[in-house]
């Protein structure tokens, strides 16, 4: 009884210290955010726009038949060389201003609102009873390695392409021009860089785990229930639950499609056509703001909404109560048990495995 309460304050004591070390890294990049545009004013200078009457363009009507379209002749042998005014651009600034900016918008206020709503009033899903103190091995050095990676790096392009989408309305009046101008350069080519990381370290996650995360017939039951968010039950699951498999994929495609508009994007040789650019553009955006909204959930239940959930993606081990209350079936298969009964499922876990484990996976802390 002793070990237990002991073993339970030493646990407390690491998760406050662990809360307390995620919570000084967001303030520390979030202070660098803020800092960034103060180069910016040391970067360019001072102009001085002459300010007059605003007069009409005498040839404006030439201008207007131009835009109407249709192709000349010059000796320019490059796509849509013969096109002296695309209306395209026009059409594009239209769409990105007045309808992905506006929604992506909504979009991530409602994902925080609803986050912050269910934590005030279910607070986090806590594990029934004591924990056991035995821990299990989840992931192995490669699987945090890879998805710390991927998670950084998504992270910070998150900050860098929301600053550019949303930059001019949000930040100018705060920082000036001069000062957004630096922290636009800088959002540039930190966003372009980190791309390429992301990108090998995306594929190396995504191959390893695609085996468990193929959806399977438990999935419809944990969907059904919406995890036990509401209930309180706890449905069956494998090693990655159905919300996990579908954030999974959503962010195998949406990066797949991220990558590549990104690539053409910075190497707009490889597609010289404005329509194609302009499409890669909108995919970007899309997928971008998608992504993000549906990380902020995905963050939330891997730390401070699903107790003992962060430890797997930091130490690699998780609890034995933990994992039999959250991942049933999986916990079985490691234990070499027979799944649980469908529809009998105990939250309680025991604190001993089978007699005779002595494969490294479950270890006393």
Not at 135 to 152: E, F, G, P, S, T
Not at 190 to 213: E, Q, R, T, Y
Not at 231 to 252: T, V
Request: glycine share 12%; with cysteine.
């Amino acid at each position: 009884m002793m070990n237990s309460e002991n073993n339970a304050a030493v646990e407390v004591s690491r998760r406050k210290r662990r809360n307390r070390r995620i919570l000084w890294t967001f303030v520390a990049m979030w202070m660098m955010v803020v800092l960034a545009p103060i180069p910016g004013y040391f970067m360019t200078t001072d102009t001085v726009q002459a300010k007059g009457e605003f007069t009409d363009n005498p040839r404006s009507a030439y201008w207007g038949e131009v835009r109407q379209g249709g192709s000349g002749y010059t000796t320019d042998k490059g796509l849509e060389a013969g096109n002296l005014v695309n209306d395209g651009g026009e059409i594009w600034r239209v769409l990105r201003n007045d309808t992905i900016m506006p929604y992506g918008a909504w979009l991530i206020a409602f994902i925080v609102v609803a986050i912050g709503a269910y934590f005030m009033f279910a607070g986090p899903m806590k594990v029934e009873g004591e924990l056991s103190g035995t821990k299990i091995k989840r992931w192995n050095l490669y699987d945090i390695c890879i998805h710390w990676v991927v998670a950084v790096t998504f992270f910070v392009m998150s900050i860098s392409g929301l600053i550019l989408l949303y930059g001019r309305a949000v930040l100018i009046p705060l920082f000036g021009r001069e000062g957004f101008a630096g922290l636009a350069m800088l959002c540039k080519d930190v966003h372009n860089l980190l791309g390429i990381p992301f990108a090998v370290a995306l594929v190396m996650m995504i191959l390893p785990w695609l085996k468990d995360n193929m959806f399977r017939s438990e999935d419809a039951e944990w969907l059904a229930n919406a995890g036990g968010m509401f209930d309180g039950s706890h449905p069956s699951s494998g090693k990655n639950n159905a919300g996990e498999k579908i954030w999974f994929w959503m962010l195998a495609i949406g990066g797949t499609v991220l990558i590549v508009s990104g690539v053409i994007l910075v190497m707009p040789n490889l597609e010289p056509l404005r329509s194609t650019m302009i499409s890669m553009h909108i995919l970007h955006s899309v997928s971008g703001l998608i992504l993000i909204a549906v990380s902020l959930g995905h963050s939330y239940m891997g730390s401070f909404g699903v107790e003992g959930a962060l430890d797997g993606m930091v130490t690699g081990e998780v609890d034995t109560a933990w994992a039999k209350q959250h991942h049933d079936l999986w916990y079985a298969e490691q234990m070499g048990e027979e799944a649980p009964a469908k529809g009998k499922k105990s939250a309680q876990s025991s604190t001993t495995g089978p007699a005779g484990l002595s494969t490294g996976k479950v270890s006393a802390s």
